[in-house]
């Protein structure tokens, strides 16, 4: 049973444009979500979180946007970059819990 | 990026001998953790700890253990190796703390290791 989701194994995206990226989860009980990015050979590399308390979050050109009612996350890159092409991964917690449980991952690749 | 280091980065084995992945850390964080990363699946939980000597299972820990014996090395041992087990493996480490509803809610971090690359052959 997926708890977390990304339904999209790719998205392509034109350099300068928004690039999308969107993550449901079926586990009420999360109350931290999570965003990683992973290049290739390399670990994943923490990008920004969001509090079940919020529902929007920004760092620079990233915003992550939590709708609870639809249990669904999104993460907003604008605008694109070539160096963003890496795989995505989104992951929730439940609280009382410091395990992450993760997505399969969506591949994000901006074209220049 | 927070100290975190893994040995070996690669590794081949052949089937049915034991294997240690070490992941080392310089951050003093509390919890570790142990993930294999395999396509369509994601990173997937194989065994976590949450201080010296505490351990607990993740949701593939069938055909592996961990020790911890001192806060900064958390050792992963697949006792007899076999083919299922190739896979990347992560190491990750976090401290969580909860800044309550003023601060942002809580905030539990997890930061990755390079990685290993293992092989059985």
């Known amino acids: 049973d997926q708890q977390v989701k990304q339904n999209s194994p790719s998205l392509s995206v034109q350099e300068g444009r928004i690039s999308i990226l969107n993550c449901d989860y079926t586990n009420s009980m999360f109350d931290y979500f999570l965003w990683y990015k992973k290049y290739p050979a390399e670990g994943p590399t923490f990008l920004i979180s969001i509090s079940s308390i919020k529902d929007k979050n920004e760092d620079g050109r990233f915003t992550v946007f939590l709708n609870k009612s639809a249990k669904h996350l999104s993460l907003h890159i604008v605008p694109s970059q070539p160096g963003d092409s890496a795989v995505y991964f989104c992951?929730?917690?439940?609280?009382?819990?410091?395990?992450?449980?993760f997505g399969k991952g969506t591949k994000l690749s901006v074209i220049p | 990026d927070a100290g975190i280091t893994q040995s070996p980065r690669h590794k081949v084995t052949e089937t049915g001998t034991p294997v240690t992945l070490r992941c080392h850390q310089t951050e003093n964080h509390r919890y570790m953790y142990w993930y294999r990363q395999d396509p369509g699946h994601g990173l997937r939980l194989i065994h976590y700890?949450?201080?010296?000597?505490?351990?607990d299972k993740g949701e593939v820990s069938d055909g592996y253990s961990v020790s911890r014996s001192k806060t900064e090395d958390f050792l992963l041992t697949l006792e007899s190796a076999t083919s299922s087990q190739t896979s990347v493996y992560f190491c990750a480490i976090s401290d969580p703390t909860s800044l309550g509803p003023s601060g942002g809610g809580r905030t539990d971090t997890q930061y990755f290791g390079p990685g290993t690359r293992l092989t059985v052959l």
């Open positions: 992951a929730g917690s439940g609280a009382g819990s410091y395990q992450l449980t």
């Open positions: 700890s949450y201080g010296v000597k505490d351990t």
